[in-house]
């Protein structure tokens, strides 16, 4: 059985209000929470093209399955900082292990989708942090959580882009976060 999950729950400013739910009740009731998400990005040295590598999101989450989103995302535990949510979820997800100095804070986002998953509402109001990661990972040095993702991908960016911006139902991640993004993706 799955260990149950705990956030803080925040106000609009990103503050703590001191109540701690489990992730069940708050994806349920769409109370607002904080949310790390890291993009990978690197220049490809065949193409010259700027890439992201973006996760093939399992077929058994309990939001956007079989999707491909965010290099690597994950809400804060109850008493994370966005830092520590970050390199937890790097290493959690991809295998990959990180400094706090190799992360490049890039903004701040309030995020909320309201959806129906397996017949329930999932009512997703966040707070995100995005961090950049300038690195040129080799795919095969990745090793994915099963549970989490069935595979990762280097992508083009300006074609992610164009799929976003066409309605992808492949891609759930979010097309102003990403568009925001392209900003920060100068090698």
């Not at 956030?7 to 790390?36: M, P, W, Y």
């Not at 900082?81 to 390199?87: R, S």
């Not at 937890?88 to 998953?117: C, P, Q």
Request: proline share 4%; hydrophobic share 30%.
């Amino acid at each position: 059985m799955p260990t149950k999950e705990f956030f803080d729950i925040i106000d609009e400013k990103g503050n703590k209000t001191g109540v701690i739910k489990e992730r069940i009740l708050v994806h349920r009731d769409g109370d607002l929470h904080a949310a790390s998400h890291i993009w990978i990005a690197r220049k490809n040295p065949e193409t010259n093209e700027t890439e992201v590598l973006l996760q093939l999101r399992s077929s058994d989450k309990d939001s956007h399955p079989s999707c491909f989103d965010t290099s690597c995302a994950g809400h804060l535990s109850a008493g994370d900082t966005y830092e520590q949510g970050a390199l937890r979820e790097l290493y959690e997800e991809l295998g990959i292990k990180a400094e706090v100095s190799e992360l490049e804070f890039l903004f701040k986002m309030r995020t909320s989708s309201h959806n129906i998953f397996y017949g329930k509402p999932f009512n997703d109001n966040q707070i995100n942090k995005v961090y950049l990661l300038k690195r040129d990972v080799d795919i095969n040095d990745i090793t994915p959580d099963p549970a989490e993702i069935r595979l990762v991908k280097w992508q083009s960016y300006n074609e992610v882009s164009e799929k976003l911006r066409n309605g992808d139902k492949h891609y759930c991640t979010n097309p102003e976060e990403f568009e925001a993004l392209r900003k920060f993706l100068q090698f």
